[in-house]
């Protein structure tokens, strides 16, 4: 092929389709009720989290307010994105074709990814609870403590937690839930809470399968747990963390994420410039912005175990 600013400017826009179409048609690997998007048009959004609380309350001389201006969790959007680079030479024989399955490849992995990042808003970059960095272990949620954390208050001084440091066994997942069920909202009233996912890393997967997904255990006898939850395992999980948490419809869903740029396909070498077809090697550029925050944790409880370096601990119910 020869190499104008016009072939150029039409293997670009060839390409920019094929990786479009293969956005549009990726499908969103996250579970149901875990994630909410949201749009977004600056560097950083505020969410009033107050107003993913509450509840009805009987009307005596005054309607009850929630002040949404209260508890406002920042949300920073963050960049992401990879160049692909195809030599002239390529392009010259007529061989720009072997590059579409790279690009269509590629499309699905950014149209995907934001989705795919959600476990390391429970583990940090590592897939651990405490090495790394981030994570809900070791990032601050808008009270003050770590997102799974001891030593929560809500507004007006009611506390709660939502961390355990127990390894995963059939009586401590049932202690875990009963954790999770106990509680206490802002009112004071329990958030009637009910288990409905088990999620894991690859080390307690068989583990969970074995709590809640066998019929019958200790030689014959119905398991009362079975099918209780989803199990679900988390490739990102590295070590034993576990969590419990409620994904169900009428809780809100944990995850925020809100979407700045969707992804895009641009030419890093602009094919009209006047020396753009002189190049020897053409940089295209794969790009997508976007940030998350797990917003509502009460609908979660974690558990950080580690059998090398804790000690099994339990808290008061």
């Not at 920019?16 to 969103?28: I, P």
């Not at 476990?119 to 960095?133: E, H, I």
């Not at 999770?180 to 969970?208: C, F, K, S, W, Y």
Request: glycine share 6%.
């Amino acid at each position: 092929m020869e190499i104008t600013q016009g072939s150029l400017a039409a293997m670009f826009q060839g390409l920019k389709a094929t990786f479009l179409a293969a956005v549009h048609e990726a499908g969103k690997p996250v579970l149901d009720g875990l994630v909410h998007e949201e749009p977004s048009s600056t560097h950083e959004e505020l969410y009033p989290v107050l107003s993913y609380l509450g509840d009805l309350e009987q009307i005596f001389d005054e309607y009850p307010t929630t002040n949404i201006a209260e508890w406002l969790h920042a949300v920073e959007n963050e960049t992401f994105g990879r160049v692909i680079k195809i030599p002239r030479n390529r392009i010259a024989d007529d061989q720009v074709g072997m590059y579409m399955p790279q690009i269509k490849r590629l499309a699905a992995k950014a149209a995907t990814f934001r989705f795919r990042m959600a476990p390391y808003l429970f583990v940090s970059s590592d897939g651990t609870a405490t090495g790394g960095a981030g994570g809900g272990f070791q990032l601050a949620w808008i009270d003050g403590a770590n997102v799974f954390a001891n030593a929560h208050v809500w507004p007006g001084d009611q506390t709660w937690d939502n961390l355990d440091s127990l390894p995963l066994t059939q009586g401590n997942f049932e202690t875990v839930v009963m954790h999770l069920e106990q509680r206490i909202g802002p009112d004071g009233r329990p958030m009637d809470l009910a288990a409905t996912h088990l999620i894991v890393g690859p080390t307690n997967h068989i583990n969970a399968r074995n709590i809640v997904r066998r019929a019958l255990v200790a030689g014959g006898n119905s398991n009362i747990h079975y099918d209780e939850v989803q199990v679900v395992k988390w490739s990102a999980i590295r070590d034993e963390s576990w969590f419990v948490a409620d994904l169900s419809p009428e809780q809100p869903e944990p995850v925020l994420i809100q979407n700045r740029e969707l992804p895009e396909f641009t030419a890093q070498d602009n094919p009209t410039d006047e020396d753009a077809f002189k190049r020897d090697v053409f940089n295209y550029k794969v790009r997508e912005r976007h940030g998350s925050a797990i917003m509502c944790p009460w609908v979660i409880q974690a558990v950080n175990w580690d059998a090398e370096t804790m000690t099994t601990t339990t808290q008061a119910a």
